[in-house]
């Protein structure tokens, strides 16, 4: 099965088109139409809870210290073509309830920030509120990926307050700085295009990833020594 993406858009081969369609269980998925609109409501409104709460977070830095750690916040909703080829790629059954039982990146959050320490921060205001609940961490900064890709990854789930319930829901929430997600970007398109030697490539983008942690680090450094010279000048 292979699988191609730009943009939003997903598209897959004739194999594994005729291998979901020709599986009894796609039946039962779009049968629960209802119930599948119903949970994409809520992870939309789980979305909104934790953008929310980022947003105050950078108000409050704002206001306090007169900075804003937060560049952007960017939301993505995973689409049903999405959901419906990771259930298939994993052996899961397609319906509603296997969607939130068992995949935890159909509602996404990215933050980004201008500095790694930024990231830090955000990230122990969010996990030190006691309605988020961690369910899993992942420091691709501290420990990046083969490739050279940083960024730190959580798995949260927020309560959304419905008109006869309070329901948990998961979130996933990427805290990246400026660089890592500029870096991110052009390896997802540069990377995929033909015509280039594989493995030199691979070298090439690491070396980039490098040079990008690098400027951060000393971006970081710069402000610092200038927050020393404001304090001294107090």
């Not at 916040?73 to 969607?99: D, N, Q, W, Y």
């Not at 990854?153 to 929430?173: G, Q």
């Not at 805290?175 to 390896?187: G, K, N, P, Q, V």
């Not at 970081?220 to 927050?227: C, M, W, Y």
């Amino acid at each position: 099965m292979s699988q191609t993406e730009t943009g939003n858009e997903l598209y897959f081969d004739d194999s594994f088109m005729e291998s979901l369609m020709s599986n009894d269980s796609i039946g039962k998925f779009i049968e629960q139409g209802e119930a599948f609109r119903t949970l994409m409501a809520y992870y939309k409104c789980a979305i909104m809870e934790i953008e929310t709460k980022f947003n105050v977070l950078n108000e409050d830095f704002s206001a306090e210290y007169d900075r804003n750690p937060i560049e952007t916040v960017k939301t993505r909703l995973k689409t049903p073509e999405s959901i419906i080829e990771k259930l298939h790629r994993k052996g899961l059954p397609f319906s509603a309830e296997s969607i939130e039982d068992n995949l935890n990146d159909i509602a996404g959050i990215r933050v980004v920030c201008a500095f790694p320490e930024d990231i830090y921060l955000l990230s122990e205001c969010l996990l030190q509120q006691d309605d988020i609940r961690l369910i899993k961490k992942k420091d691709y900064i501290a420990n990046p990926k083969p490739n050279g890709y940083r960024s730190l990854h959580l798995i949260v789930e927020v309560p959304i307050f419905l008109h006869n319930e309070k329901r948990y829901m998961k979130v996933e929430v990427q805290l990246r700085t400026i660089a890592m997600d500029f870096w991110a970007s052009l390896e997802h398109q540069i990377y995929y295009k033909k015509g280039h030697n594989a493995e030199e490539l691979r070298n090439e983008l690491k070396s980039c990833a490098e040079i990008s942690a690098a400027l951060d680090l000393r971006m970081q450094n710069i402000r610092a020594q200038l927050d020393e010279e404001v304090w001294e000048d107090e």
